[in-house]
């Protein structure tokens, strides 16, 4: 079995988020939804958990940092092309998303990125196939 990676994030307002999250063509695992969590699909092995903030305090005795604020984590995912990565921002913005930066060419890399509604940032990636197959 592959290794699957959960990324939890807390989230002000559930519901909002997965509206958000949805606009940009995310899907929901129903089996691990309620008032409280949410699963999103990512990929066959990556999920993120959008959880309300008092069901993230559940899992650590430490404060919940304010990502419009501070750092806690950057998102990267990888896309197929550099027009999906635009696409992926534009559908970001205009959910209600914000982008911090320009979007970064690189020749062999192209990138950029959004905030969510709660501000944890996602870059979204193209790397050409031979950049990523080099060792």
Not at 2 to 29: C, H, M, Q, Y
Not at 35 to 53: G, K, N, R
Not at 60 to 82: F, G, N, Q, Y
Not at 88 to 113: C, E, I, L, R
Request: aromatic letters at 12%; charged letters at 20%.
């Amino acid at each position: 079995m592959a290794t699957k990676i959960f990324v939890n994030l807390p989230v002000k307002d559930l519901n909002r988020s997965v509206e958000f999250f949805t606009k940009l063509g995310f899907s929901f695992n129903a089996q691990f939804t309620d008032e409280t969590a949410t699963s999103m699909i990512v990929s066959d092995d990556i999920f993120v958990m959008l959880l309300t903030h008092d069901k993230f305090k559940t899992f650590t005795p430490k404060e919940i940092c304010d990502a419009t604020k501070s750092t806690e984590v950057l998102v990267c995912l990888s896309s197929e092309s550099r027009e999906e990565v635009d696409e992926m921002v534009g559908k970001a913005v205009a959910a209600g998303g914000t982008t911090y930066n320009q979007p970064q060419d690189h020749g062999f890399m192209y990138g950029h990125g959004f905030a969510d509604l709660d501000g944890h940032i996602w870059e979204i990636i193209y790397m050409e196939p031979s950049a990523i197959n080099q060792g």
